[in-house]
C-alpha cells in the first residue's frame, strides 16, 4: 500500500499518479558539484533563546482521558520546586543537543537517479533548488515533549508503558501550529514546520550528503522503521501489530538527524502541488490551493504503515488539513539566527 493512499481519505492522493521509470534522470552529484566552500557550522539555538518559565504548563490529563494510567501528572505540591526546574533542563537540552544547524546549499530536488525504479510523476521534473541556512530538530516531536508544550497528556493512539518517546501522531495541521507557537512562547524563539525542500535537503544529509535513497542509507532497515520490521505483540493481545517506534533508535544520516524515513510521516508548511522545472531559491510552494479542490499539506518520510518506496528521501505524499492521521507526525525547524526579527 503506498503512503499517499493511506493518508488521504478522500480526493486523489499522490499515490494515483502512474509509476514513472525514465533513465535519462540525473544523478543528485552531492555538494561538491555546487560548493567548493567548506561546511559551517552554526551557533546554537540555546544561545539566543529566554526561556519563560511562567510559559511552561504543568502538565494536566485530556478532559477526554481522564486520569490516564499511562502517563504522570505533575502534582502541585512538587511543581514549583522540583518538577518546574527539571522541565526548564529539559528545554535546555532540546535547545543544545537536539535542534541541529544546517549549513544552507544547492542540491538536485525530486526523483533523481540514484532513488531507483518505479517512482512516481510528482516526484519529477528533477530541479536545481537552493535553500538557506536553518536548524532543524534531530528527532520527530515526541509524545512527552508536546505534553510538555502543551500542559496536558493527549489522546494518543499509541500508548507504551515503557516509554514517552513515541513520536506524536494524529494532530490536525492546526494543533500542530498551535504546539509550535506555544513553544515560541516558552523559548523566545520562531519554530515552525519545515518547508519541503528543507525536509528534503536535510533528509538527503544537506551538504553531507552521500546521494542515498533513505536518509542516511541504501539499506532501509538500517535506518528507518516501515511494514517490514516494526511489528510487535502489545500485551494483552493476541495477534502481532504495526506500531510505530521509540524516536532515535536507528542510525541516523549524515546530519545526525534520526527517522527521516519512517517511523511517521511528516507535514511540511507547503500545500500539496506539482513541481516546477524552474531552478528555485528556498520556495514555499503555492500561497493557497483553488477552493474547489481538496486542501492538502505535502507530507514526507514514509511511516510504520508503508512500503520502503514511500521512505525514500524523494518521495511525496499528501495530508488533508481538516483530518486527523495516526501515520502522521512532525518535525520542527528554526530559520538561521540572523534571519530571525
Not at 124 to 141: G, N
Request: with cysteine; hydrophobic share 35%.
Amino acid at each position: 500500500m503506498m503512503l499517499g493512499a493511506v493518508l488521504v481519505m478522500a480526493g486523489t492522493s499522490c499515490s494515483d499518479n502512474d509509476e514513472y521509470d525514465n533513465p535519462s534522470r540525473p544523478v543528485e552529484p552531492g555538494d561538491s558539484y555546487f560548493s567548493s566552500e567548506p561546511v559551517e557550522e552554526g551557533p546554537s539555538l540555546f544561545d539566543a533563546a529566554t526561556i519563560n518559565t511562567s510559559k511552561i504548563p504543568r502538565v494536566t490529563s485530556n478532559k477526554n482521558t481522564g486520569l490516564d494510567e499511562y502517563y504522570p501528572l505533575d502534582p502541585g505540591d512538587t511543581w514549583a520546586s522540583v518538577i518546574r526546574p527539571e522541565r526548564v533542563k529539559f528545554f535546555e537540552k532540546f535547545l543544545k543537543e537536539d535542534m541541529i544547524f544546517v549549513n544552507g546549499g544547492t542540491f538536485l530536488m525530486g526523483a533523481t537517479a540514484e532513488q531507483g525504479e518505479g517512482v512516481h510523476i510528482d516526484e519529477l521534473p528533477v530541479h536545481k533548488v537552493t535553500v538557506s541556512d536553518f536548524y532543524i530538530c534531530r528527532f520527530e516531536v515526541t509524545q512527552e515533549m508536546y505534553s510538555y508544550v502543551m500542559g496536558k497528556w493527549e489522546n494518543f493512539s499509541w500508548k507504551d508503558l515503557a516509554t514517552t518517546r513515541l513520536p506524536m501522531d494524529n494532530r490536525l495541521f492546526s494543533e500542530m501550529q498551535t504546539f509550535c507557537n506555544k513553544l515560541n512562547e516558552i523559548t523566545g524563539l520562531h519554530f515552525t514546520l519545515p518547508t519541503e525542500a528543507q525536509w528534503e535537503f536535510a533528509a538527503r544529509g544537506g551538504r553531507k550528503r552521500t546521494s542515498t535513497v533513505y536518509a542516511g542509507s541504501n539499506n532501509f532497515d538500517e535506518v528507518g522503521y516501515n511494514l517490514s520490521n516494526c511489528y510487535r505483540l502489545p500485551e494483552g493481545q493476541t495477534g502481532m501489530q504495526f506500531w510505530p517506534e521509540e524516536v532515535g533508535k536507528k542510525l541516523p544520516n549524515e546530519l545526525g538527524l534520526y527517522d527521516m524515513s519512517g517511523n511517521v510521516a511528516e507535514v511540511c508548511l507547503d500545500w500539496y502541488d506539482e513541481y516546477s522545472g524552474e531552478d528555485q531559491v528556498d520556495p514555499v510552494g503555492p500561497d493557497a490551493l483553488p477552493s474547489d479542490v481538496p486542501q492538502k499539506r505535502i507530507c514526507r518520510g514514509g511511516g510504520w504503515n508503508t512500503n520502503t518506496s514511500a521512505c525514500r528521501v524523494s518521495a511525496r505524499a499528501a495530508f488533508p488539513v481538516d483530518k486527523r492521521n495516526k501515520l502522521i507526525g512532525f518535525r520542527l525547524v528554526h530559520p538561521k539566527l540572523e534571519n530571525v526579527q
